[in-house]
């Protein structure tokens, strides 16, 4: 009985520290689990009523939906699974919104196959090195050859994120497995 | 012809295509899962309207969000109607946003580069 009320006190001191945590750092929304097109739609609703309450203008608002939404699917369309590096339908990850003074993080993790760690790096670093006319200009070639792919993306989600958001993605990847790694990108909308 | 009307969900857009009514529109939000399936309809249909279209058809793209790959299925669907203009019917497009949305102008302005066809930016407040 005893350990059972220290396990459960400190349980309880982890659920506060949770949210204080939270608080300080001004996350609005965190969730580890599965991602689905129903996941999806529900956090942007949610995140869209709160986004209205706020003082962002309409672009803002509107970058941080359409960074959610492609954040969410891409967890959804492409995370692995950390034991077998096989795709996993629906993915699972982790996805967090956050405030600044300034403006809005989005930030997401998810186990992806080694095998495609230089493909993904390769993706965002293009993009990265780009500025605004070079992206715009890239954007129309590459939605010009897209595809739609078999799991629904169009292959335009890291594109499209830095020319809205103007901003650099920052990711990294850290080793799980020889199987897999954690891909944990961060995007600041401001 | 028969009319094709969707009617809007939380991630698909309303779509009239309605010839009787002479009313053509895409409104509302894009983010479907699986944009195949929602637009493969719409694409079937602008394929079988093209035999006998009407007259004038002004197409109306009305939308306040869309997806990357929706992105892709709103070209294809404005690539089927530049067909339509290049053998000689008078189709043109509107694209509408809201005035402070510059992104939503910004993806008009592109569209409007991609393809060759009369379509207009119209903002609304």
Known sequence: MKENSFANSEFMDFVYSVHENMVKNDIMLIYEGEVNQDITKTFTTLTQKNLEESEANLPIKKRVYHVMVECLQNIGKHSDNAES?????????????????????????????????????????????????????????????????????????????????????????????????????????? | MDA????????????????????????????????????????????????????????????????????KLILDILFKLEEFYDEGHDISVEWHYQEEDEDMEEAGEEYADLVEMPLELKSYE
Not at chain 2, 13 to 42: A, C, H, M, Q, R
Not at chain 2, 45 to 66: G, H, I, M, Q, R
């Open chain 1, 85 to 190: 590096g096989l795709p996993e339908i629906p993915g699972t990850g982790i996805f967090m919104v956050s405030k600044s003074t300034e403006g809005y993080y989005v930030i997401t993790g998810n186990p992806v196959a080694n095998s495609r760690i230089d493909e993904i790096a390769e993706m965002i670093e293009t993009v990265n090195k780009m500025d605004k006319d070079e992206i715009k200009a890239y954007y129309k070639k590459k939605i010009l050859e897209s595809r739609i792919s078999e799991k629904g993306g169009a292959g335009l989600g890291f594109i499209d994120i830095v020319k809205k958001t103007g901003n650099k993605i920052d990711f990294h990847f850290q080793k799980i497995n020889d199987i897999a790694s954690f891909f944990v990108m961060k995007t600041y909308i401001n």
């Open chain 2, 4 to 71: 094709l009307i969707i009617e809007a969900t939380d991630e698909t857009p309303k779509v009239v295509l309605d010839p009787g009514n002479n009313i053509f529109e895409f409104s509302g939000k894009s983010l479907p899962e699986d944009v195949t399936t929602f637009y493969g309809p719409v694409l079937d249909w602008l394929d079988a309207y093209s035999e006998s279209p009407n007259s004038k058809t002004v197409v109306k793209f009305n939308l306040v969000y869309f997806n990357t790959a929706s992105s």
